[in-house]
């Protein structure tokens, strides 16, 4: 297939209304945090980037396209989030592999914030990748760092300028080299007024010198508990006049419609029914470990039964796959209790080696920093050995699943 501008929907406005495309969610966590995104929120009738219905693993995700594909064809396959790709870098290089393997006739994209895209270049371009989309709100740290409530870089918080000034050299250093490597680079620009709509142009002279393909004046988007949810959303006007001025030094895209992070279909279209439940058939299939995640972490009083609330284990079970079954790896100490989204962040991190996590209990909020974090959590109670022998043979533990007030986690679809 010819790669080109007139082929990719998001790339070309003539190609979006025979051209469908496809985004499997399966980057939950994200390393900034933008001042215009708030992914606590899903409609389906609400378009726009972080919003998804369902988070799929990689294996889920090529088996909700294969069965979208039954369907209709799909001529581009992306990764958009519902968090960054490369803050999910296994998931993602995992899940294009998988595409790329079942389907090399198909373009490949991702959109990215380009804080951690560039060791993974290279691969990219291995794996057919031929489009990549890069935000990009600030060419001078001072404006740049103003996006960004903080970004995380190499296990270090920033903020202000300090943020500005690290993603703003990652991003542009990302166009060189996916320039260098063939992809084609669409920059996407938020206007958002009093802090960058005076510097749309200059965004778009630097990439437009850069190389850059196109770029996407975008109009902010006010959202509910943002810290730019109080802003107004700009004029068409202003809008015009910002791409007309850009336009100067880099070819415009003005037929956006804010993809969400599982959109299917033309641009024009929403998510029909049907593919909206392929979704979530998708999303209820069994899990399965995989090299980066081969073990599963498990809540238990006395390491027979799943029967602890994950709040109160002061310590985790670690079971890993082997040749003749499964075994106990390690018994894992948590943090102590307190410390809000700190605590629930490190024990994410004291797991990142565990594909899943079953306990008998767990709140909201560590709940969603677990699953941010890649990890299925499964509320379930019963007996350890039962879960496991299920779990690693990529069954369903629906039979498991607590049913007393609820299920605030996910046994194998339970949402």
């Given at each position: 297939?010819?790669?080109?501008?007139?082929?990719?929907?998001?790339?070309?406005?003539?190609?979006?209304?025979?051209?469908?495309?496809?985004?499997?969610?399966?980057?939950?966590?994200?390393?900034?945090?933008?001042?215009?995104?708030?992914?606590?929120?899903?409609?389906?009738?609400?378009?726009?980037?972080?919003?998804?219905?369902?988070?799929?693993?990689?294996?889920?995700?090529?088996?909700?396209?294969?069965?979208?594909?039954?369907?209709?064809?799909?001529?581009?396959?992306?990764?958009?989030?519902?968090?960054?790709?490369?803050?999910?870098?296994?998931?993602?290089?995992?899940?294009?592999?998988?595409?790329?393997?079942?389907?090399?006739e198909v373009m490949l994209c991702v959109a990215t914030n380009g804080l951690n895209i560039r060791p993974y270049i290279p691969e990219l371009a291995r794996l057919g990748v031929t489009h990549v989309t890069l935000t990009i709100n600030g060419v001078d740290p001072e404006t740049a760092g103003k996006a960004y409530r903080w970004i995380r870089h190499d296990k270090k918080v920033y903020r202000g300028k300090a943020a500005g000034e690290i993603i703003m050299n990652e991003q542009l250093q990302a166009i060189k080299e996916l320039r260098e490597n063939d992809i084609?680079?669409?920059?996407?620009?938020?206007?958002?007024?009093?802090?960058?709509?005076?510097?749309?142009?200059?965004?778009?002279?630097?990439?437009?010198?850069?190389?850059?393909?196109?770029?996407?004046?975008?109009?902010?988007?006010?959202?509910?508990?943002?810290?730019?949810?109080?802003?107004?959303?700009?004029?068409?006007?202003?809008?015009?006049?910002?791409?007309?001025?850009?336009?100067?030094?880099?070819?415009?895209?003005?037929?956006?419609?804010?993809?969400?992070?599982?959109?299917?279909?033309?641009?024009?279209?929403?998510?029909?029914?049907?593919?909206?439940?392929?979704?979530?058939?998708?999303?209820?299939?069994?899990?399965?470990?995989?090299?980066?995640?081969?073990?599963?972490?498990?809540?238990?009083?006395?390491?027979?039964?799943?029967?602890?609330?994950?709040?109160?284990?002061?310590?985790?079970?670690?079971?890993?796959?082997?040749?003749?079954?499964?075994?106990?790896?390690?018994?894992?100490?948590?943090?102590?209790?307190?410390?809000?989204?700190?605590?629930?962040?490190?024990?994410?991190?004291?797991?990142?080696?565990?594909?899943?996590?079953?306990?008998?209990?767990?709140?909201?909020?560590?709940?969603?920093?677990?699953?941010?974090?890649?990890?299925?959590?499964?509320?379930?109670?019963?007996?350890?050995?039962?879960?496991?022998?299920?779990?690693?043979?990529?069954?369903?533990?629906?039979?498991?699943?607590?049913?007393?007030?609820?299920?605030?986690?996910?046994?194998?679809?339970?949402?």
């Amino acid at each position: 297939m010819k790669i080109n501008l007139d082929n990719h929907p998001c790339f070309s406005k003539d190609a979006c209304h025979d051209h469908a495309r496809i985004h499997l969610p399966v980057a939950p966590k994200c390393n900034v945090q933008c001042g215009f995104c708030n992914r606590k929120y899903d409609c389906v009738n609400e378009s726009r980037p972080g919003v998804t219905s369902s988070v799929l693993t990689p294996g889920q995700a090529l088996y909700y396209l294969e069965k979208a594909m039954e369907k209709r064809f799909f001529d581009v396959v992306g990764i958009a989030g519902p968090g960054d790709p490369f803050a999910n870098p296994e998931e993602t290089m995992e899940t294009l592999s998988l595409v790329h393997a079942a389907y090399p006739e198909v373009m490949l994209c991702v959109a990215t914030n380009g804080l951690n895209i560039r060791p993974y270049i290279p691969e990219l371009a291995r794996l057919g990748v031929t489009h990549v989309t890069l935000t990009i709100n600030g060419v001078d740290p001072e404006t740049a760092g103003k996006a960004y409530r903080w970004i995380r870089h190499d296990k270090k918080v920033y903020r202000g300028k300090a943020a500005g000034e690290i993603i703003m050299n990652e991003q542009l250093q990302a166009i060189k080299e996916l320039r260098e490597n063939d992809i084609l680079v669409k920059i996407n620009s938020i206007i958002i007024p009093t802090v960058n709509d005076h510097h749309i142009h200059e965004i778009a002279k630097v990439v437009g010198d850069l190389d850059a393909t196109t770029q996407n004046c975008l109009p902010l988007l006010p959202v509910k508990d943002t810290d730019f949810g109080h802003l107004p959303h700009p004029k068409h006007e202003d809008v015009q006049e910002i791409r007309k001025k850009s336009g100067e030094h880099i070819p415009q895209m003005g037929h956006c419609r804010r993809c969400r992070a599982d959109a299917a279909g033309l641009l024009e279209e929403a998510m029909s029914e049907g593919t909206a439940g392929l979704l979530r058939e998708a999303a209820s299939q069994p899990v399965h470990p995989g090299e980066e995640r081969p073990c599963v972490a498990i809540a238990s009083n006395e390491g027979m039964l799943v029967n602890q609330h994950l709040g109160h284990a002061t310590k985790m079970r670690i079971y890993r796959k082997g040749d003749s079954g499964y075994a106990l790896d390690a018994e894992r100490i948590m943090p102590a209790p307190g410390r809000g989204d700190e605590r629930w962040i490190e024990i994410a991190d004291r797991l990142k080696d565990c594909f899943a996590v079953l306990v008998s209990g767990i709140g909201g909020r560590p709940n969603e920093v677990l699953s941010e974090s890649g990890i299925k959590v499964m509320q379930v109670e019963g007996l350890i050995d039962e879960a496991l022998r299920g779990l690693f043979k990529g069954e369903d533990l629906k039979h498991m699943a607590v049913r007393k007030g609820g299920c605030t986690g996910n046994a194998a679809g339970c949402a």
